[in-house]
Nanobody, 116 residues
């Protein structure tokens, strides 16, 4: 089983930057995909960014050009650099991981609040 520990959430002014990190531990199986999803009040959970084991990435349309995802496979860690933050980025951000058996794991979520 995989445990995901998130860090880096907080309050930032519009136009600022934050970096989220998520570390996976506890699995004997390789983590194939890691990424971030977010959910704002009254909204569906949506894709922010994912990165696969081959380092290919996918970004949600609303964050393209502003956010950058990266991973350190040796450390089972994924990072999300968020630039040019907007108030509409305010949400709870959840780390996600999928292992080689296609099991999906979620972090507890970390709050990002972007003030105008």
């Amino acid at each position: 089983q995989v445990q995901l520990v998130e860090s880096g959430g907080g309050l930032v002014q519009a136009g600022g930057s934050l970096t989220l990190s998520c570390a996976a531990s506890g699995s004997i199986f390789r983590i194939d995909v890691m990424g971030w999803y977010r959910q704002a009040p009254g909204k569906q959970r949506e894709l922010v960014a994912i990165i696969r084991s081959d380092d290919s990435t996918k970004y949600g349309d609303s964050v393209k050009g502003r956010f950058t995802i990266s991973r350190d496979n040796a450390k089972n860690t994924v990072n999300l650099r968020m630039n040019s933050l907007k108030p509409e980025d305010t949400a709870v951000y959840y780390c996600n991981a999928i292992n080689s058996l296609a099991s999906t794991y979620w972090g507890q979520g970390t709050q990002i609040t972007v003030s105008s």
